[in-house]
């Protein structure tokens, strides 16, 4: 079937995607890992030349945005995590040729979205201001809060779009969702030169610039569910119920994981409170700039990992736990490969890279650091790989508790002790932050790998006894 051919799949039971989930998984790793790579890639393209208009209003306006990362990392990780959930949700029912039970759970899905987006909206605008000062973005403050206020007036945009994306994914469907990012990020790209500066708008002109462009994507996705109806999966009000088992399988994967966002903001937090003692805010505007660099080249891994989600999700679904083995086995493998290239890109290209953040006289003074933090954060990828896999492998199974214990301890337990024992006790300062970065995450990946091997095998040997008993 052509890859556009997915209209009126109650005609013929399935659709392209969830074929494809249901067979090879090396195969549905990678194709399904493809759109989702490109998709991803156009978002980070679209962080960076954020990141450089801004970078052309001076280096407060840079560490502004730096002091908003935090709680915007809170807010966005509620619509990932949830949408972790959901695609994990949904996967499991189509495994298990469960179509209604997929269908309910998007729906309840959709009934998260709209709860959360009526509880949080107006609190993040009015308390921008008193959030980013207490986080301490000092004379930055005024900046911070304006930036802030606006992105947090589109919450819900944002989270409907992240929703609707993990309902795509539950169903093998990542090229669709690869042309929603796709179109998010151009316009946004367009926007950002027209609203900061042919406008006069600043930095509140790349806010706006972000939350219109969601509005617009969020659009679209009602478009595709509403009145193109040719998804698997089928949102509609009516015969809807509440099912309290429904949110609670959402909510054991979607509650850990959005809780990893919220360590991963806690340790940015901490991050940022090093530099500032060590360093001052130019460490911090530093950081935000070098770690938006970070995401850019660990594209591919995140992409890689939200397919494994799917794979792994039908395929414990239909109770194939030897798939298991061989998404996750295979996963790492071509995640460490992909890594290593990066890694060597990185470290070369470096003082280039670090010419896109400080081509104005306001932020020059930055590239030697810059370069320095991007030479340095070049050594943890080849060993990321197998801690992102398997923490998608726990939340394809439902154990969203299991990703959650392996994102805490590479955050708070490793990365944050390593750095303060490094910056401060050991005198290395900025470079030490930059050292226990590394290190907390190269512990994280080998602890999270020797864990998923065991759980699968441990999976795998009840299986084999279930096989037994049953002959």
């Known amino acids: 079937m052509h890859a556009t051919e997915t209209k009126h799949p109650e005609q013929t039971g399935t659709t392209r995607g969830v074929s494809l989930l249901t067979g090879d998984p090396k195969k549905a790793i990678i194709t399904l890992s493809g759109p989702m790579i490109v998709a991803m890639f156009l978002l980070s393209v679209y962080n960076l030349v954020d990141a450089i208009w801004v970078a052309g209003l001076g280096k407060n306006a840079l560490a502004a945005i730096g002091f908003v990362t935090p709680v915007f990392m809170v807010f966005i990780g509620l619509g990932n995590g949830l949408g972790a959930g959901v695609t994990s949700t949904i996967s499991r029912r189509i495994g298990a040729h469960d179509k209604p039970g997929a269908d309910s759970a998007a729906m309840h899905a959709m009934v998260l979205t709209i709860l959360l987006s009526a509880v949080m909206t107006l609190p993040l605008i009015v308390l921008a201001g008193p959030i980013v000062a207490a986080l301490g973005a000092?004379?930055?403050?005024?900046?911070?809060?304006?930036?802030?206020?606006?992105?947090?007036?589109?919450?819900?945009?944002?989270?409907?779009?992240?929703?609707?994306?993990?309902?795509?994914?539950?169903?093998?469907?990542?090229?669709?969702?690869?042309?929603?990012?796709?179109?998010?990020?151009?316009?946004?790209?367009?926007?950002?030169?027209?609203?900061?500066?042919?406008?006069?708008?600043?930095?509140?002109?790349?806010?706006?610039?972000?939350?219109?462009?969601?509005?617009?994507?969020?659009?679209?996705?009602?478009y595709w569910f509403l009145i193109k109806r040719d998804t698997y999966v089928t949102l509609s009000w009516q015969g809807f119920s509440f099912d309290r088992g429904i949110f609670t399988d959402i909510l054991r994967v979607g509650i850990p994981a959005s809780m990893e966002f919220f360590l991963m903001s806690i340790i940015v937090v901490i991050i940022n409170s090093l530099l500032v003692h060590v360093a001052g805010t130019d460490a911090v505007a530093v950081y935000t700039s070098g770690w938006r660099v970070v995401m850019f080249a660990i594209i591919p891994l995140i992409a890689i990992s939200t397919s494994v989600v799917s794979v792994v999700g039908a395929s414990y679904g239909a109770r194939r736990f030897e798939n298991l083995k061989i998404a996750h086995t295979f996963s790492v493998g071509l995640g460490v490969a992909i890594a290593l290239a990066v890694s060597a890109i990185t470290w070369f290209f470096a003082p280039v890279i670090a010419l896109?953040?400080?081509?104005?006289?306001?932020?020059?003074?930055?590239?030697?650091?810059?370069?320095?933090?991007?030479?340095?954060?070049?050594?943890?990828?080849?060993?990321?790989?197998?801690?992102?896999?398997?923490?998608?492998?726990?939340?394809?199974?439902?154990?969203?508790?299991?990703?959650?214990?392996?994102?805490?301890?590479?955050?708070?337990?490793?990365?944050?002790?390593?750095?303060?024992?490094?910056?401060?006790?050991?005198?290395?300062?900025?470079?030490?932050?930059?050292?226990?970065?590394?290190?907390?995450?190269?512990?994280?990946?080998?602890?999270?790998?020797?864990?998923?091997?065991?759980?699968?095998?441990?999976?795998?040997?009840?299986?084999?006894?279930?096989?037994?008993?049953?002959?």
């Open 138 to 222: 000092g004379e930055t403050t005024d900046l911070a809060a304006t930036y802030g206020s606006i992105i947090f007036a589109g919450t819900i945009f944002i989270l409907f779009t992240n929703i609707a994306y993990a309902v795509l994914r539950a169903e093998g469907d990542t090229r669709r969702t690869m042309y929603a990012m796709a179109v998010s990020a151009i316009v946004n790209m367009i926007l950002d030169p027209i609203l900061i500066y042919w406008a006069g708008m600043g930095i509140a002109g790349a806010a706006w610039a972000t939350v219109i462009s969601v509005a617009l994507v969020s659009l679209v996705m009602v």
């Open 356 to 471: 896109i953040f400080t081509y104005s006289p306001e932020s020059a003074q930055l590239a030697p650091a810059i370069v320095a933090f991007l030479q340095t954060m070049c050594f943890f990828f080849p060993f990321a790989p197998p801690g992102i896999m398997s923490g998608a492998v726990f939340q394809g199974t439902g154990r969203g508790f299991n990703s959650l214990v392996l994102s805490l301890l590479r955050n708070l337990v490793f990365t944050a002790a390593f750095a303060y024992l490094l910056a401060l006790p050991l005198g290395l300062g900025e470079a030490g932050v930059w050292w226990g970065i590394v290190i907390g995450n190269i512990l994280g990946g080998i602890v999270g790998y020797g864990w998923a091997r065991i759980f699968i095998s441990r999976l795998l040997r009840v299986s084999e006894r279930g096989k037994r008993v049953a002959a």
